[in-house]
């Protein structure tokens, strides 16, 4: 016999178990859409063009809203997780250390894995390839174009390797700058502005200046479009790890965990997508902790002590 009590005892475990459904979405509340920042390694439109299909993907894979907030500089992205206001970063190795070091409570997620199955990359020096430079040392008291002072690959890989290899960088060249992305750094290089210039170096065919070529960002005096052959490498340093997705440590641990699942899956779920991110260069993400990067922790400090030394 079905009686009121049945009844009411049905409906409350049909509350019980809608519940339970949904009990993994409270997080919604708090957080109706997620914002991504990124560093500014290239123009803002070619930033575009990379992240925005990745914060569409992770709308789709999360369940709310994530936009894309391209910063004007490193230190932007970590003052916006400071303050809460970014949930959801790219990093570069040192500007993520750089985060942990000023106390930013924050959980490296993954980084990307290049296809030779490495998930890290170089900084270089460049030199345009008709210059008269072959060597580190026949850029003494030469114009060096760095990229950001929490640049990894363009300012303080440079400063660390440089100064082991017996170059103190603010020292023996004779002017150092910083030019604001990795772009602006070769452009500098390529516009006479600068001797030499501090970028990253992934593989031969994969690097700022193959992908500034393939965008024809680059051009000899007579129009002609420059590549990889017009420049030399004149130093190159250790292996560094590649730069992590991190999120804010005190997010929901379901949100959190939506998250991770949804980057691990990104190369598989999304291939279109993923593949803006490195030009299609890159074969998929690793996750990572935060031990993967005390080496870059280590580098900065030795950094900061060199330059209160001086």
């Known amino acids: ?32 859409e997620l914002t991504l920042g990124v560093i500014p390694a290239e123009n803002a439109s070619g930033t575009s063009d990379r992240y925005g299909p990745l914060a569409d993907y992770l709308t789709k894979a999360i369940g709310v809203p994530v936009k894309l907030r391209i910063a004007n500089d490193y230190a932007a992205v970590i003052e916006g ?45 460049y030199v345009k390839a008709d ?16 990229v950001d002072p929490n640049s990894t690959s363009g300012n303080q890989a440079p400063r660390f390797f440089l ?9 023996f060249f004779g002017k150092t700058f910083f030019a604001g992305s990795h772009e602006n750094a070769v452009l500098a290089l390529t516009q006479g502005t600068a001797d030499a210039a501090a970028n990253l170096w992934n593989t031969e ?25 017009d420049f030399r490498v004149v ?29 691990e899956d990104f190369a598989k779920n999304d291939k279109a ?16 902790t935060l031990k993967d990067y005390q080496p870059i922790i280590d580098m900065l400090r030795f950094n900061d002590e060199q330059r209160r030394k001086s």
């Open 81 to 125: 997780q400071r303050a809460g206001n970014i949930q959801i970063a790219f990093y570069g190795p040192a500007s993520f250390a750089r985060a942990v070091m000023t106390g930013v409570k924050i959980e490296p997620i993954v980084n990307q894995k290049h296809q030779t199955g490495a998930s890290g990359y170089y900084s270089v020096i």
């Open 163 to 171: 100064k082991r290899a017996g170059y103190e960088v603010d020292k």
């Open 205 to 229: 065919d994969d690097t700022m200046v193959t992908r500034m070529a393939a965008k024809g960002l680059l051009k000899n005096a007579d129009g002609s479009p420059m590549k990889q052959s």
């Open 1 to 32: 016999m079905i009686t009121r009590r049945t009844l009411a005892g049905a409906a409350l475990a049909l509350g019980l178990l809608g519940g339970a459904a949904h009990a993994g979405d409270d997080w919604k509340a708090q957080y109706p």
């Open 131 to 146: 210059s008269p430079y072959k060597t580190i040392e026949d850029l003494k008291g030469k114009n060096l174009a760095l």
């Open 273 to 288: 997508a993923f593949d803006k991110l490195s030009d299609g260069k890159d074969k998929g993400l690793t996750p990572v």
């Open 235 to 263: 130093f190159k340093s250790d292996f560094l790890p590649e730069g992590p997705f991190a999120m804010l440590e005190s997010l929901p641990a379901d949100l959190k965990t939506k998250i991770r699942t949804a980057f």
